[in-house]
Structures are given as structure tokens and as C-alpha cells.
């Protein structure tokens, strides 16, 4: 193998700036850190100088492509949920929007004070335009069967107290 004596001088001054590289890198006092995950950065629980422990949480991460919602169900509505049911998802910062996601949970516990059960929903967010703690409102379809009639409130009439419904045949 021949080498010219421009290679040997460029092999150098590649080990030389390596090494130098090296060297700053251990006596910076600052640290590249990697994350095991990928995602955005949504905490930062550190700041400039200070001391950290190995076991210390220094950054929470998260992949914002896919969220948890969390909706407050009234009680009289526990009827309509159930895991795996769709859930439209609206808010008021993008209006035009719907999210869409699946039931993956609900609570076994009542919020005494509101009378409100927590239904966690998962919602696929590919723009990423739900953020962490936005305000938001689900719609749950009731499903209603096939082979029963269903009609508006509104087109019920009180006869003698009773709810009553006209059908015009023919």
C-alpha cells in the first residue's frame, strides 16, 4: 500500500482534531445527553449548574402523534360507554377539526362533588395539535339498534299525562 505524503498529513490532522475534540469534550462542563425515546421535550426538570443524581428525572418526554384524553362523563350517560367506542373529540383552538379516538378505560370511581366518572380516550393526533392540558369535549354516538324506531322528544304528545306518538300509515 502507497500512500502520498498529502494522505499521511490529512490522516494526522484527522487523529490531531479527534483528539482535540476528545479533550474538550472531557473538560466542557457540559453534557450531550440522548434520550432512549423519541418525542418533544415537555418538561424540563433541571437547571444550568446544577448537580444531578443518576436515578433524578431531568426531562419529560413525550410522542405527541398519539394522546390520552381524559372526559368527564356524567352518570346518567355510563350507559352509552364502553371501551373500544368511538369518541369524537372538539375543541376550541382549531374549531374545524374532529379527533378521532377509541374508549381504552373508564373509571371505577364517581368524582363525588360532580357526580362524574373519568373515560380515558385515545386519540391519534398526526398533526400534533392537541397539546398536554387543553380543553377539550368528546361526543360519543349512542348506537342506536337496528329494528327499533327512534324519534325527537319533540314529537311526543301528552295524552291524559301519557307520551303519545301519531303514525301515519299508508
Known sequence: ???????????????????????????????????????????????????????????????????????????????????????????????????KGTVINISQKVEPELRTVKIRVEVNNPKELLKPEMFVRGKIKKGIKKGFLSISEKALVKLSGIDAVFVIEG
Not at 57 to 85: G, H, N, P
Not at 89 to 98: L, Q, R, S
Open 1 to 99: 500500500i502507497v500512500f502520498s505524503q498529502k494522505d499521511l498529513e490529512d490522516t494526522k490532522a484527522a487523529i490531531r482534531d479527534d483528539k482535540i475534540k476528545k479533550i474538550r469534550e472531557f473538560l466542557s462542563p457540559y453534557y450531550y445527553i440522548q434520550s432512549p425515546v423519541s418525542g418533544k421535550v415537555l418538561t424540563r426538570d433541571l437547571s444550568l449548574g446544577e448537580h444531578i443524581e443518576i436515578q433524578k428525572s431531568i426531562f419529560k418526554i413525550s410522542d405527541t402523534r398519539r394522546v390520552w384524553v381524559l372526559l368527564d362523563a356524567m352518570e346518567k350517560y355510563l350507559r352509552f360507554i364502553q371501551k373500544k367506542k368511538e369518541v369524537d373529540i372538539f375543541t376550541d383552538g382549531y374549531p374545524k377539526e374532529v379527533f
